[in-house]
């Protein structure tokens, strides 16, 4: 399956041949290949932009990821405790539990610049607080999240002319790289459904 570039960790927790596994996945900054164990089950929880967990830098989990040891089909470990493995059913409760735990937490600065809000402190120190939280800069996350949101639109039948002017891409080329980086498909591609399994939700593309 073809893993697309994204600016949010995750926990992910899946199970083949009776054996679990959990793993904190970080943001991806590029296009990859990810294998797909045959007969592997999996549930994922993907975290907002700004929050972080409390024992592990999300700068470390950047393009990359680490798995949980002594996991078991019943609970996993997470900085010093044991907690129950979620079904999708209960993952919000999981959730919940972290953040009143003060397992996972939120810089407010960071979600404040996402909402485009402009807090009272300096560009440098708003940076350095962004990294921290996020793995990223502000302008590797808004690239990314335009080139997914360029794979959509293209999915769901827009032309690449039009996608280029919906999101102030410079022109077709310019959108073909960002495409070619983030996403690893091309417009064409994206229109046709073509290219195989990707790691984007394009449920509602429709047929060109």
Same mark, same amino acid.
């Not at 926990?11 to 296009?31: D, K, M, N």
């Not at 040891?69 to 609970?75: G, I, L, N, S």
């Not at 959730?95 to 402009?118: K, M, N, Q, T, W």
């Given at each position: ?5 994204? $600016? ?9 041949? %009776?054996?679990?596994? @959990?793993?904190?996945?970080? +943001?991806? @900054? ?27 830098? @999300? %700068? ?10 002594? #996991?078991?089909?019943? @609970? ?9 493995? +979620? %079904? ?6 999981? =959730?919940?539990? &972290?953040? !009143? *735990? ?7 600065? $960071?979600?404040? $610049?996402?909402?485009?809000?402009? +807090? ?5 120190? =708003?940076?350095?607080?962004? !990294? *921290?939280? #996020? ?13 997914? #949101? ?25 959108? *073909? ?5 983030? =996403? ?6 994206? !229109?046709?459904?073509?290219?195989? *399994? ?7 593309? &429709?047929? +060109?």
């Amino acid at each position: 399956m073809t893993s697309v570039a994204g $600016v949010r960790w995750g926990l992910v927790f899946w199970e083949q041949a %009776s054996r679990a596994h @959990t793993v904190i996945t970080g +943001p991806e @900054t590029r296009t990859s290949a990810a294998p797909v164990p045959e007969g592997a089950t999996f549930t994922g929880i993907e975290f907002a932009v700004g929050t972080s967990l409390r024992a592990v830098p @999300t %700068s470390a989990l950047t393009d990359g990821g680490i798995e949980l040891p002594d #996991t078991t089909r019943r @609970t996993f470990r997470l900085d010093g405790e044991r907690w129950e493995t +979620p %079904s999708p059913d209960d993952a919000e409760a999981l =959730v919940d539990r &972290l953040v !009143r *735990a003060g397992i996972v937490v939120r810089d407010a600065l $960071v979600v404040d $610049v996402l909402r485009g809000h402009r +807090p009272a402190v300096s560009g440098r120190t =708003v940076e350095r607080r962004f !990294r *921290a939280a #996020t793995g990223l800069t502000q302008g590797v996350v808004r690239q990314i999240e335009r080139a997914r #949101t360029a794979a959509e639109l293209l999915a769901a039948g827009d032309l690449a002319a039009d996608v280029v002017v919906k999101l102030d891409y410079y022109d077709e080329p310019h959108l *073909a790289r960002a495409l070619r980086s983030y =996403v690893g498909r091309t417009a064409r591609q994206l !229109r046709e459904g073509a290219g195989g *399994a990707i790691a984007l939700d394009l449920d509602h593309r &429709l047929t +060109p």
